[in-house]
C-alpha cells in the first residue's frame, strides 16, 4: 500500500508538491482554499488587458485529475505538529498517520490604510479591480500613478518587487501605445535605498537608466508612514500623490501557522532543514513561501525556488519513507534570483547567485518568451507536453 501524504495549498508550490509526491508513488490529497491554481508570474497582464483571468488560472480538478491525486476544497484553521493534527474549516479534525507537505505560502505585513491600494500580488481578484482602475484613469485622461513594494525587517527574504517593477513598465508601455503617456506622472516607491538590489549590480544599473529614459520619478529610502486615498505619507511627513497606488507588502508567516506550535522564525515563518523538513517534526516538509530560508543576505522566495522545494520534498521523502536508494536533496545549493522581467514590449533576463550578476536585455523578444513561458507552465502541468527537466 503507498504511503500517503497531505499536501496543504494550492499555489505553485503546493501543486508542484502534489505532481512530484504522486511522480514518487505517494497517494496524495491536495488541500486548498480555492478551486483554481492562480499562476502569479503572468497575472502582470490583467491589469493591462494583455491577458484574461482565465488566462491566468488553471482548474486544480483538472490538475488532479491528471495527475491522479485528491482534491479537497477546504481551508486550513489550525496546526499543531506534536499532536500531528491538522483542522479543517468544513472538514474538521484531522489525525495524520502520513507525511504532511506545508505549503501555505505567506500573509502580508498589514500598513496602516492599506486598504487604499490594490497589489497584484494579492487575492487573484485584485487584478481585475486593478483594470478596472486602470480603465477609469485612461478615461479621465491624466493622473498621479504610484506603484511600489515594501520590505520585512525580521525577514529580507520575503520582500516582492519584480512583480511591481514589471507591471510599472507594462502600465507604461500601455499607456504610450494609447499616445497618452506625458498625462501622467508615474512614480515608483519603496524603503529601501536601493530597491531591486538582489538582482545585481548589472540589472540595477539597467533599471536606473531605463527609469532616466521613460521618465520615470523615483522616492526612494523612505519608510512609509500610512496610505491614504489620495497618496502615500512617508516617516518624514513628506506626501507622494496618488490617484492609483499599488503596493506589494512583504510577506510575514501565514497566520494559520504563526498560532501553531510548529518551529518558526522571528517572521513566523516555518524553520526547516536543507532537506525541507520542518524541525522536531518527522516527516512533515514546508516549501515554498511558508518556509524560512537559510542562506546568503541576498536570498529571496520565488516561485522556481518553490518548485525546487516541492520536488526535493518529494524525493528526500523517498528516501526516507519508501526505501528510494538515492542521496538527500538540499535547496540551498540552488539558491538563486532568476527571472525574465517584462517590459511590455520587451523583457530582461536576470540571474544572480551571489557570485555573479547576469542582465541581459531582450527586446521584443523578451516579452513573447515570457508569454511562451506561460503557456508552457500549464501545458506542462496538464502533461500535453513533456516537462523541461529542472523548468
Known amino acids: ?171 507604461h508601455h500601455h499607456l504610450k501605445k494609447l499616445g497618452i503617456r506625458d498625462n501622467y506622472e508615474m512614480t515608483f516607491f519603496a524603503p529601501m535605498a536601493e530597491p531591486g538590489a538582489r538582482m545585481g549590480k548589472k540589472a540595477l544599473s539597467a533599471m536606473s537608466t531605463r527609469f532616466k529614459a521613460n521618465k520615470f520619478n523615483t522616492r526612494y529610502g523612505k519608510k512609509i508612514s500610512r496610505f491614504e486615498p489620495d497618496g502615500v505619507l512617508f516617516e518624514d511627513q513628506s506626501k507622494l500623490q496618488s490617484d492609483l497606488t499599488m503596493f506589494i507588502p512583504a510577506g510575514e508567516g501565514h497566520e494559520t501557522i504563526k498560532a501553531s506550535n510548529l518551529p518558526q522564525n522571528q517572521a513566523g515563518f516555518i524553520r526547516i532543514d536543507d532537506f525541507c523538513r520542518i524541525e522536531g517534526t518527522p516527516g512533515w516538509y514546508a516549501v515554498g513561501d511558508a518556509a524560512a530560508l537559510e542562506g546568503p543576505d541576498w536570498k529571496a522566495k520565488q516561485g522556481h525556488l518553490a518548485e525546487l522545494m516541492a520536488r526535493n520534498a518529494a524525493c528526500n521523502a523517498a528516501v526516507e519513507h519508501l526505501g528510494l536508494n538515492s542521496d538527500l536533496k538540499g535547496y540551498q545549493e540552488h539558491l538563486s534570483i532568476l527571472c525574465v522581467m517584462d517590459m511590455g514590449g520587451g523583457a530582461g533576463f536576470i540571474y544572480a547567485d551571489g557570485k555573479r550578476g547576469i542582465f541581459i536585455p531582450m527586446p521584443v523578444f523578451g516579452h513573447w518568451l515570457k508569454k511562451s513561458w506561460g503557456h508552457y507552465y500549464k501545458l506542462s502541468n496538464m502533461k500535453q507536453i513533456p516537462r523541461i527537466p529542472g523548468m
Open 1 to 171: 500500500m503507498a504511503k500517503s501524504v497531505l499536501i496543504l495549498g494550492g499555489g505553485i508550490g503546493g501543486v508542484a508538491a502534489a505532481i512530484a509526491f504522486r511522480k514518487k508513488g505517494f497517494e496524495v490529497e491536495l488541500v486548498s482554499d480555492r478551486d483554481t491554481l492562480f499562476i502569479y508570474p503572468i497575472a502582470i497582464w490583467i491589469p493591462v488587458g494583455t491577458a484574461e483571468f482565465p488566462d491566468v488560472s488553471m482548474p486544480l480538478s483538472k490538475l488532479a485529475e491528471r495527475h491522479g491525486f485528491s482534491l479537497t476544497i477546504d481551508k486550513v484553521v489550525a496546526l499543531d505538529g506534536i499532536k500531528r493534527t491538522v483542522t479543517l474549516k468544513k472538514g474538521a479534525l484531522r489525525n495524520t498517520t502520513g507525511l504532511v507537505v506545508i505549503a501555505l505560502g505567506a500573509s502580508k505585513l498589514k500598513h496602516e490604510g492599506i486598504e487604499h491600494t490594490l497589489s497584484i500580488c494579492g487575492n487573484p481578484e485584485d487584478s481585475l479591480r486593478l483594470k478596472e482602475r486602470i480603465e477609469a484613469l485612461v478615461k479621465r485622461g491624466s493622473g498621479n500613478i504610484a506603484f511600489g513594494f515594501g520590505g520585512n525587517p525580521k525577514d529580507p527574504s520575503a520582500v516582492r518587487g519584480g512583480p511591481a517593477f514589471e507591471l510599472f513598465f507594462n502600465l
